[in-house]
């Protein structure tokens, strides 16, 4: 009794119209090439704020050398922020990288989704807020106390957003009622 062999699964040709809305998706890569010039101009912001904070160390107080490192540590984490969206969003939204398996692959890339992205982001974007928040009271004199409560109510606008989107990313990862994976 001789078995079958299995066909090899020929890929699907489209229709015309779902193929083109289908290869619309490499419209974005402008818009991730773009970021990536944008994260340049943080490099270059960077290297200027460094190069500014070591000509002027001796005649910068405590508090000014804090503000100081807590703007270069925004750029930083405004730079992760950026490398999130270029790299999550294209593998997610346009096409796989080809990465795999490579030793500098970051490891949230192997189950990276729009949700795990969106997730992440508001993560990134909390943590923006709490340096430009921390840098706001550690200079508060030059601040209103109506900025400073508008600068709270965003941050806390972030943090609710967040604690939501991660509960109904859950709750769509996780149904309720089904089994759980152990």
Do not use: C
Not at 18 to 43: D, N, T
């Amino acid at each position: 009794m001789a078995s079958n062999p299995i066909p090899e699964q020929q890929p699907q040709t489209l229709r015309p119209i779902p193929s083109i809305i289908f290869a619309s998706r490499w419209l974005q890569l402008p818009l991730y090439l773009g970021l990536i010039v944008a994260q340049g101009v943080y490099v270059y912001h960077f290297l200027i704020e460094v190069w500014h904070l070591l000509a002027h160390v001796t005649e910068f107080d405590e508090n000014k050398i804090m503000l100081v490192v807590l703007g270069l540590i925004d750029v930083v984490m405004i730079s992760n922020l950026l490398i999130m969206v270029i790299v999550g969003g294209y593998e997610t939204f346009v096409s796989r990288l080809g990465i795999d398996n490579h030793p500098d692959e970051p490891e949230w890339l192997d189950h990276v989704n729009a949700g795990v992205l969106k997730v992440k982001l508001s993560m990134a974007l909390i943590g923006i807020s709490s340096i430009h928040l921390l840098k706001t009271f550690i200079d508060a004199e030059q601040r209103t106390t109506h900025t400073i409560m508008w600068q709270v109510a965003i941050h806390l606008a972030f943090l609710l957003s967040a604690v939501a989107m991660a509960w109904v990313d859950r709750m769509v990862t996780h149904p309720a009622g089904a089994p759980a994976k152990h």
